[in-house]
């Protein structure tokens, strides 16, 4: 309005002075049309670049069959460590045929460049009997998280958590034009984006960087603006666990501080990877996977073999076995291996806890292949 007044003022009077005496007079209030996601690009990648900041978030979801969730994440980044924590609590409450079930969810753990970690209870809600008999041949009846060693760059772990580029894009997956500003108890500026249906308001402090963020409108698709690798990926989508249904509404609040925050790892006596918890998962039942390669080679050289009517020879033995275990080594974790001897093979495997040895034979007699225990 201040700037229309000026322009009017010069075109009827033409008296140069009142326009200088009046354009200083124009506010951050006034803000021209433009797109939210450009004007703010440049706070959000300041924002994250800084070195570490902890994050709290608050979404809420309603949508349009009787669906909704609640989840409240915290988050955090350290970039001398290189690594990024999320924990994330909450529920989704789902209505089918007339019955009501509610999903607790609680999730949380830590990425590093070196791996992440995850809570054992998140992938295994109970211990099982058999789970614990490997935890104890692992020496770590007591573990309580999953590592995953791998090799992760700074941007990846960064973005497993919280990111406020990455949060900007998920609110404005769908552009809005900037319809406003207010300055604030900061110090910064309010940025209010918004459309008919939706509206984002982003808040930056004196420095400039992004200390909050809110979103009011339609659901938004939990994909939306993620990212992360793997299972870093998957703490960035626990930060947004809710049903997002056509017609569905959300609400979201998002507030960054950026004070360092020191991030711990789980400690290895607690710790278990997930290669050594399957390895010892299947070597408590070992002799049985043998057991059934030596039966499954049995089988199968006496069906397919005996069907062409002719009898069963070590070499059908040989042949079948290998094909056998082969398939066997595809999807397990210890490995099974095939030695022939005069009549046959031996299909054998040694407990790599225990260093026990278990054996089978399996040998052509009387034109028929027969098993036989070794050990």
């Known amino acids: 309005m201040t700037s229309f007044l000026v322009r009017r003022a010069v075109a009827v009077t033409g008296v140069a002075v009142l326009a200088s005496l009046l354009v200083p007079a124009v506010t951050a209030s006034a803000v021209p049309i433009t797109d939210c996601s450009a004007t703010l690009a440049s706070a959000a990648a300041a924002s994250d670049s800084q070195p570490g900041y902890t994050a709290h978030l608050d979404t809420t979801t309603v949508d349009g069959t009787a669906a909704s969730g609640q989840v409240a994440s915290d988050a955090g980044w350290n970039a001398a460590q290189g690594r990024a924590s999320v924990s994330s609590k909450g529920s989704l409450t789902i209505t089918i045929d007339g019955a009501t079930i509610t999903i607790p969810l609680d999730f949380s753990g830590v990425v590093a460049t070196n791996g992440d970690w995850l809570r054992l209870a998140d992938f295994f809600p109970k211990i099982t009997p058999e789970i614990h008999a490997a935890l104890v041949l692992l020496h770590k009846p007591n573990a309580s998280s999953l590592f995953s060693p791998r090799r992760l760059t700074a941007a990846a772990v960064q973005a497993s958590g919280a990111k406020p580029s990455a949060d900007l894009g998920h609110l404005l997956a769908t552009p809005l034009p900037v319809t406003g500003t207010?300055?604030?108890?900061?110090?910064?500026?309010?940025?209010?984006?918004?459309?008919?249906s939706r509206t984002v308001v982003v808040t930056l402090d004196g420095g400039g960087l992004v200390v909050g963020m809110s979103y009011v409108g339609p659901a938004i698709s939990s994909?939306?603006?993620s990212s992360g690798v793997g299972r870093a990926g998957l703490m960035a989508a626990s930060r947004r666990a809710h049903p997002a249904a056509v017609g569905g509404t959300e609400t979201d609040t998002l507030t960054y501080?950026?004070?360092?925050?020191?991030?711990?790892?789980?400690?290895?006596?607690?710790?278990?990877?997930?290669?050594?918890?399957?390895?010892?998962v299947e070597s408590t039942h070992l002799r049985s996977e043998v057991r059934a390669a030596a039966l499954h080679t049995a089988l199968a050289a006496n069906a397919g073999v005996g069907s062409k009517h002719r009898r069963v020879?070590?070499?059908?033995?040989?042949?079948?076995?290998?094909?056998v275990v082969r398939s066997t080594n595809g999807f397990m974790p210890i490995r099974i291996y095939v030695t022939n001897h005069h009549h046959g093979v031996w299909i054998t495997a040694v407990n790599p806890f225990t260093h026990e040895r278990f054996a089978y034979q399996v040998q052509a007699s009387a034109g028929r292949a027969k098993v036989t225990k070794i050990h």
């Open 182 to 196: 207010a300055n604030n108890l900061a110090g910064g500026l309010d940025y209010t984006c918004s459309d008919a």
């Open 257 to 280: 501080d950026y004070k360092v925050p020191l991030i711990a790892v789980p400690s290895p006596t607690v710790s278990v990877t997930l290669r050594d918890l399957a390895r010892a």
């Open 223 to 225: 994909s939306s603006g």
């Open 313 to 323: 020879t070590a070499t059908d033995v040989r042949r079948i076995a290998r094909v």
